[in-house]
């Protein structure tokens, strides 16, 4: 692409989403770097409509939804020269041949992790303050539970906490849990002690982690080697009264390992996220009172989407001013996360 000429960017977006990411101001700003077409299939880049766009793209701007029906971005879009993807992985629209011939790849992975982090400190602070068990058993007794009732050792200070994973999640959770008196353990195959003690936090293997933290917040990415990782075993060393909190994948965790934990009574859990993502009718994950379910909520959602939105305006302004991205996804990034 040559930045003395005036570029072509794509959106193909559904119409839906496009107007929850982008604000009026955002918009007009995207409108002035470049020349702006709207896709006429939303997200489906194999649309006859869509594909005539893409022939002439030099920017093309996705996010959730959009889909290239398994062919290859390079054979869509022959002149493209960079993806500007408004949500977290890229995986599903490129490709390493892609990466390899040159197509500049950005992704909003940092600014969704945001809401994501933030959502995994909330839940950590109450449960470290036992708020779970404090709310059943209220509920239960109708009136205020003894402290025999509730975890030995509740409260945040002193708290430790374990991390399982240094995403970018991961990382930002850390870096919100700085201010607080709480020991932080973190899990990562590609963190090592100097990393890990930068983030604030002391590198542990998982069984250790799993062992002795009193909250354990899951944020590795689902890959073949991370499917599963969370086992029965490791299920079971989690101390009696621990929350284990999910904002990552559901597939990362034994699901009938931890039904039976929950069932138990003996730890309380937050899953944002569950496999399958909509538990069975049938599940006793509905009805668990140690269980607390949200709607993959986690992630930007309402007004967030503007952050979203923003900073990918900010980076096809980047590229037209032939400057680097902001938010870069290379090789070796590309091939750790999912």
């Known amino acids: 692409m ?3 000429t005036r570029w072509t960017a794509v959106v193909a977006l559904r119409d839906d989403l496009r107007n929850r990411l982008f604000g009026h101001r955002s918009w007009e700003r995207l409108e002035r770097c470049a020349d702006v077409r709207i896709s006429p299939a939303g997200g489906d880049l194999t649309d006859p409509g869509a594909a005539r766009m893409l022939r002439e793209a030099d920017v093309l701007v996705s996010g959730w939804g959009t889909t290239t029906g398994g062919r290859a971005l390079r054979e ?3 002149r493209l020269g960079a993806l500007v993807h408004t949500a977290g992985s890229v995986r599903t629209l490129v490709d390493d041949a892609d990466l390899a011939a040159g197509v500049a790849v950005s992704s909003q992975a940092d600014n969704n992790a945001r809401p994501v982090a933030e959502y995994a400190l909330a839940m950590i602070l109450l449960g470290g303050k036992a708020h779970f068990a404090a709310q059943h058993t209220y509920r239960r007794r109708r009136a205020a539970p003894d402290e025999s009732e509730l975890p030995a050792g509740r409260g945040t200070y002193g708290l430790r906490v374990g991390i399982v994973g240094a995403s970018r999640t991961g990382r930002r959770v850390c870096e919100l849990l700085r201010p607080f008196d709480m020991e932080v353990l973190l899990h990562d195959p590609y963190a090592d002690e100097a990393e890990a003690a930068r983030l604030g936090a002391r590198s542990a293997s998982l069984d250790e982690l799993m062992a002795s933290c009193s909250v354990v917040s899951l944020h590795a990415p689902l890959l073949d080697t991370t499917r599963g990782m969370i086992t029965a075993d490791r299920l079971r060393l989690l101390p009696d009264g621990a929350t284990f909190v999910n ?3 559901g597939a990362l965790v034994d699901q009938d390992a931890l039904v039976a934990e929950l069932a138990s009574g003996r730890i309380h859990a937050v899953l944002d996220v569950t496999e ?5 009718p049938s599940s006793p994950l ?3 009172p140690n ?8 992630g930007s959602a309402g007004n967030e989407l503007r952050r979203l939105g923003d900073g990918a305006v900010r980076e096809v302004e980047r590229l037209t001013r032939g400057e680097p991205l902001a938010h870069p996804v290379g090789q070796e990034q590309f091939s750790r996360t999912a």
């Open 2 to 4: 040559n930045r003395f």
């Open 76 to 78: 869509l879009a022959p």
């Open 247 to 249: 904002t990552a994948r």
């Open 276 to 280: 399958p993502e909509v538990p069975e």
């Open 286 to 288: 509905w009805t668990l």
């Open 291 to 298: 269980a607390v379910l949200t709607p993959h909520t986690a």
